[in-house]
C-alpha cells in the first residue's frame, strides 16, 4: 500500500548523505577540460594548485571516480542545518488547481539563506587541511560571500570577499552578516589590485561585475602568502558538493516509492542545479530512469538559451582558465537584474555539456513573471523566495498549469534555493510596478560572443 505523503519529508539524521556523487562519472561525453589561457593546453594539477587548494584541484579534475567519500568534520558541520526538508506543496497545488503533484527541496534553512553553505564548508574544510591561513573570494549577491565567512569562522580561517560595488552599497545588511563571521568585504572594483584599478581607470564610477571581482579575489590570493581562492558555483568541485541536495531529494522520494517526471531548477553558475539534479541524471545516463530536466534563467541573461557553445574565459580580468561552456562572451555585462546570482556570463561545464548532448533543456523568464510566481507562492506556502529560486517556481507552476489543461498528472520536483529576506527592495520595486524586463538584443550578444577567445 501506498504510504500517505506527509506536508514536509524529513530524513533522519543518520540518513545524511555519507558521499558526494560525482556525475561526471556517469557521463559519456566528458565535459570539455580547462584550458591555460596562454598555452592552450590542459590545465595542470600543479597549475591549478597555485590558486586552488590542492584536495579540491583533485575533485576538479575527478571526472572517473563515482562516489567520494564526504569527511566527518563536514558531515557534523551538515547536521547543523541537515537534512534539508523536502515538502510536497500541497498548498501551491490547490491555489493552482492542478492536478500535478508538486515538491520542493528547500535550501534555504541556514543563515547564509541558500545552498551555497553546502559547498563553502567543504571547501574552507579543506583549505584548513592544507595549513592555509585564509581564502579569497568574490560575491555577487551576497550568499555565497555569507556562505563562506560562516564556514571559515567556523574552522577559524580567514576570509576575504570582494563584494560587487552595486550589491555592495544595495544590501548594507549582508555585509554586516558577513562581517559579524568576522570577513574582511571590500567593494569590487577596488584600488587594492591591479585588475581593480585597471577597470576602474577604465570604467570609473561602474558597479562592478561578478566578473571583475573573480579577477580581483583570484589576484589577491596568489599575491598572498598561505591564501588560495575559493568559488562558489561553476567549478566541477561545487557542483559535487552540491549533489547532497540530489542524493537527500532521491532518498526522500524513494522512501514514499515517488519518482519524478519533471526536476526543474535555477541556474546561474550552475551548481545547485547540478547537485539537484546528480543522481538522477546519473539514472538517465545509464538507462535505468528517464526524466525531463530543465534549467531555467533570466531572460536578462540568456547564457543557455541564447549563448555560444565555445570556450571562454570565467572572469572579466581573464585570470583564470578557459571552460568551454554556454557563454555570452566574458565581457558581457547583465543589465541591473534582482536576480543576482544569476548574472554570470557563462554554465558550469558539466551542465553545458549536458545541454549540448540534448539531455537536458533549457528555458528563459522574465523578471515581472518571475516576482508574480514568488509572491503567489510566498501567499499560499509561506517561504517568502529568494529571486534566484522563484525563476524554479515560475517554470513549476507553468509545467503544473499545463497538466491542468491537459489533465496530466506528473510530478514535478524543484529546487527552492534561497530566502528573500535581504531581496526587499526587489520586490518593493515590484510591488510599486516599477520592474522592468529587459532582454539584450542579438547584436548586444553577437557584439560581446564576437570577442571569444579563438581556442
Ligand atoms: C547563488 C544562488 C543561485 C545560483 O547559483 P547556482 O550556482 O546556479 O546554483 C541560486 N539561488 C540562490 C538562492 C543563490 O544564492
Known amino acids: ?43 595542470t594539477a600543479e597549475e591549478l594548485s597555485e590558486v586552488f587548494c590542492e584536495e579540491l584541484v583533485k575533485q576538479e579534475l575527478d571526472d572517473t571516480t563515482p562516489y567520494i567519500e564526504i569527511p566527518q568534520e563536514i558531515r557534523d558541520f551538515y547536521k547543523m542545518y541537515r537534512p534539508a526538508p ?48 585564509g581564502v579569497t573570494t568574490e560575491t555577487g549577491a551576497g550568499q555565497w560571500g555569507t ?140 538507462g535505468k530512469a528517464d526524466y525531463q530536466f530543465i534549467a531555467v534563467e533570466p531572460a536578462s541573461c540568456p547564457t543557455l538559451t541564447r549563448g555560444k557553445y565555445a570556450y571562454d574565459y570565467c572572469d572579466t580580468g581573464k ?7 554556454y557563454t555570452l562572451g566574458s565581457g558581457f555585462i547583465p543589465s541591473a537584474s534582482h536576480a543576482g546570482g544569476l548574472r554570470y556570463h557563462g554554465m558550469t561545464t558539466t551542465l553545458s555539456q549536458l545541454c549540448d548532448d540534448g539531455l537536458m533543456e533549457a528555458r528563459s523568464v522574465e523578471q515581472t513573471k518571475v516576482f508574480e510566481a514568488a509572491e503567489a507562492f510566498a501567499r499560499v506556502e509561506g517561504i517568502l523566495p529568494a529571486p534566484e529560486s522563484a525563476h524554479a517556481i515560475r517554470v513549476a507552476i507553468d509545467e503544473a498549469l499545463k497538466c491542468k489543461e491537459s489533465g496530466e498528472k506528473k510530478t514535478i520536483v524543484f529546487g527552492l534555493t534561497g530566502t528573500g529576506y535581504f531581496d526587499m527592495m526587489s520586490y518593493e520595486k515590484f510591488h510599486d510596478g516599477k520592474m522592468t524586463d529587459y532582454i539584450p538584443s542579438e547584436e548586444e550578444l553577437a557584439a560581446s560572443l564576437a570577442k571569444l577567445p579563438k581556442v
Open 86 to 133: 523536502l515538502v510536497r506543496a500541497y498548498c501551491l497545488e490547490k491555489a493552482l488547481g492542478t492536478p500535478a503533484h508538486i515538491y520542493y527541496k528547500f535550501e534555504g534553512n541556514n543563515t547564509s539563506g541558500s545552498h551555497k553553505l553546502n559547498s563553502a564548508i567543504a571547501q574552507a574544510y579543506y583549505a584548513k587541511q592544507q595549513g592555509l591561513k
Open 319 to 325: 585570470v583564470c582558465p578557459l571552460a568551454k561552456m
Open 1 to 43: 500500500m501506498k504510504k500517505e505523503i506527509p506536508y514536509k519529508i524529513y530524513l533522519e539524521e543518520s540518513e545524511l548523505p555519507t558521499h558526494w556523487y560525482n556525475l561526471r562519472a556517469f557521463m559519456k561525453n566528458k565535459p570539455a577540460p580547462l584550458l591555460n589561457a596562454e598555452t592552450l593546453q590542459p590545465m
Open 147 to 286: 556562505a563562506l565567512s560562516m564556514a571559515c569562522s567556523y574552522f577559524g580561517l580567514d576570509c576575504k570577499v570582494f563584494m560587487v560595488k552595486c550589491s555592495y552599497e544595495q544590501k548594507p545588511f549582508r555585509r554586516e552578516v558577513m562581517r559579524t563571521y568576522g570577513a574582511n568585504v571590500t567593494p569590487s572594483p577596488s584600488a587594492t589590485t591591479d585588475v581593480g584599478r585597471k577597470i576602474l581607470t577604465e570604467f570609473p564610477g561602474t558597479g562592478g561585475s561578478l566578473g571583475c571581482a573573480i579577477s580581483e579575489a583570484v589576484e589577491t590570493a596568489t599575491k598572498l602568502d598561505g591564501y588560495r581562492y575559493v568559488l562558489g558555483s561553476v567549478f566541477n568541485q561545487v557542483l559535487l558538493h552540491q549533489s547532497v541536495i540530489g542524493v537527500e531529494t532521491k532518498t526522500a522520494l524513494d522512501k514514499y516509492g515517488v519518482k519524478p517526471d519533471i526536476i526543474i531548477g535555477c541556474a546561474g553558475g550552475g551548481s545547485n542545479l547540478g547537485g539537484l539534479i546528480s543522481p538522477f541524471m546519473g539514472e538517465k545516463l545509464q
